[in-house]
């Protein structure tokens, strides 16, 4: 939890001397920072769902609230810790506040998102379902592969960056099976969970690429115009986001045909288990 090494920091300082920080506040850690936020209040949002109440009102709002305070302790004392130690001139003030704002974005948009997991139709859930499985790549890669480790050290590097490139096409096809396709409404949210998947990654790879330009950093114009151009470059290059469409596909049929089997299945014929029960008798 050592706050990454900052471009902007008053001091010379090592890794392992960096301060404790509860978000990784850095220009190369934006995915990150986002992943922490959401998929926090994703599994608020699946909790909330999973769980009945006699108020459901005040449930939602005790979620929100539980949510939106440890959220909101961790930027302040990300943001307080990462501002002491930048040095005093106007770019370290607009990189701090640049990483405010996008934590708060974040934190805003966890909270819709929660908000739609816990409460909204099986439809508004699925979205909200498909932008979490978007964003776990990134949690899930913060996890295995903490902040500052030497990846190539680590003896199951190649595995689990294969785990972590598929994990959200195979979530996003569990998640139309679970939410099903046997109506108008549900079919649309199934493929607004394909376009999520298809434009989310790239996404995320178009800011990330932008926002870690350091020689960008003090040019927002051209930081956004650079990450519009890595935008349109990758979405245009099927070999980035094929594969996963084809998994998220292929596990949703897999699924919704599996689930409609299993609802199909025929109980016991009456006679057969009036046979089997006076068998039963007999021998006893």
């Known amino acids: 939890m ?32 986002v992943a922490l936020i959401v998929i926090g209040s994703t599994i608020a949002g699946i909790v909330g769902r999973a769980t009945s109440a006699t108020n459901r009102r005040a449930a939602l709002l ?33 990189y701090a506040a640049a990483l405010v704002g996008g934590t708060v974005a974040a934190i805003i948009l966890g909270l819709g998102m929660l908000a739609l997991i816990a409460r909204a139709p099986r439809p508004g859930a699925l979205v909200a379902l498909s932008i979490a499985a978007v964003a776990f790549s990134s949690w899930l890669s913060g996890l295995v592969f903490p902040v500052g480790a030497l990846i190539s050290e680590l003896p199951y590097t190649d595995a689990m960056i294969q785990v972590i490139h598929v994990a959200p096409a195979v979530l ?12 108008v409404g549900r079919v649309i949210a199934a493929i607004g969970s394909l376009l999520v998947l298809w434009v989310g ?15 960008l950093l003090p040019y927002p114009a ?17 070999d980035l986001w094929a594969m996963n469409l084809a998994i998220a596909v292929v596990v949703a049929i897999v699924g919704l045909v599996g689930k409609r089997l299993l609802g199909r299945r025929p109980d016991r014929p009456a006679d057969e288990v009036s046979a089997g029960t006076d068998s039963s008798a007999s021998e006893t």
């Open 2 to 33: 050592r706050l990454p090494l900052q471009n902007l920091w008053a001091a010379d300082t090592l890794p392992a001397d960096m301060p404790i920080a509860l978000l990784p506040f850095s220009q190369y850690y934006l995915s990150l920072i």
């Open 201 to 215: 990654p790239t996404l995320v790879t178009a800011v990330s690429a932008a926002a870690g330009s350091r020689v």
């Open 222 to 238: 051209e930081m956004l115009d650079y990450g519009l151009g890595v935008f349109r470059q990758a979405i245009a290059m099927p």
């Open 172 to 183: 996003v096809g569990v998640a139309i099976v679970w939410c099903g396709v046997d109506t």
């Open 62 to 94: 005790a979620l929100v609230g539980g949510v939106l305070l440890v959220q909101v302790i961790a930027l302040a004392q990300a943001a307080i810790t990462a501002g002491s130690g930048l040095d005093d001139r106007a770019a370290s003030a607009l």
